[in-house]
């Protein structure tokens, strides 16, 4: 099943659900069945609201946090490298500032010790 088209409130093709969703309407998608041959329409919802205090981030953005790439991932460690990331050959990791690969493809290779899941520093 494929998914062709997603709609916000307010577009055109979500008048319908938007008055009968109100509010708590997302998005609409619109999907395809190749095998059963059908169009369906699905809709996101708010379902429950409350308060919620986000955890503190686990680094500040000047931190530096160890990564692990692999030897053969030239790629990635040119990405370390034009970060401003450096080598330490003793723990086989790069080290770069956190606030250079937040959001990035970086970000997943932080490595963090399996003992007590903390990053290894």
Known sequence: MKTRLILKPGQKGTKRL????GT???????????ER???????????EECDWIPPPARFAANDLV?????ASNMVLREKVKAVGGKWVPDEKLWYVRY????????EKHIHVDNKDNKVNE
């Open 99 to 106: 606030g250079a690969i937040i959001g990035g493809v970086l």
């Open 37 to 47: 041959q059908k169009r369906l329409n699905t809709v996101e919802l708010i379902e």
């Open 24 to 34: 708590a309407l997302i998005c609409v998608r619109f999907r395809y069945d190749a």
């Open 66 to 70: 160890p990564l692990r790439i692999a």
């Open 18 to 21: 938007t008055e009968k969703y």
